[in-house]
């Protein structure tokens, strides 16, 4: 599950401050801007995904064209992280479901993944 934020780079003295504006409490540094995006995509899926784990709602992502940078040692750019890195609860639960026998054949001949479906179906169903 892939999700992706804005974050906001601030050059300082020891490297980079960074914190994304929509997601209160991800905030990282780094030396460099690869150690800084490194650990900012760390710091924004050990966030978020205490976020889902405790059934708050994601924030929504502001467009990266719609985040002011305050000064001229600020930059903006796009972090993505694959939540499945950082959920604890990742192991599969097995679940019987029944669907109408012509559903089946149908999906069964499209070579169609019933596990990923129902769990795609449930991670939009909730908005996660």
Do not use: C
């Not at 599950?1 to 974050?7: I, L, P, R, S, T």
């Not at 995006?37 to 710091?43: F, G, Q, Y």
């Amino acid at each position: 599950m892939q999700k992706v934020y804005v974050a906001v780079f601030e050059k300082d003295p020891v490297g980079y401050g960074i914190y994304f504006p929509d997601v209160e409490g991800a905030v990282t540094q780094g030396s460099t801007i690869a150690e800084g995006m490194e650990n900012a995509s760390d710091a924004l899926g050990i966030m978020l995904a205490d976020l889902i784990e405790n059934s708050v709602p994601l924030p929504k992502a502001t467009a990266i064209n719609d985040v002011v940078i305050e000064n001229e040692h600020q930059f903006k750019t796009l972090i993505s992280v694959d939540l499945m890195d950082y959920l604890k609860e990742s192991v599969l639960d097995k679940k019987t479901v029944k669907v109408p026998h012509w559903l089946n054949v149908r999906a069964t001949k499209a070579n169609i993944n019933f596990s990923k479906t129902l769990s795609d179906a449930l991670i939009e169903k909730l908005g996660v």
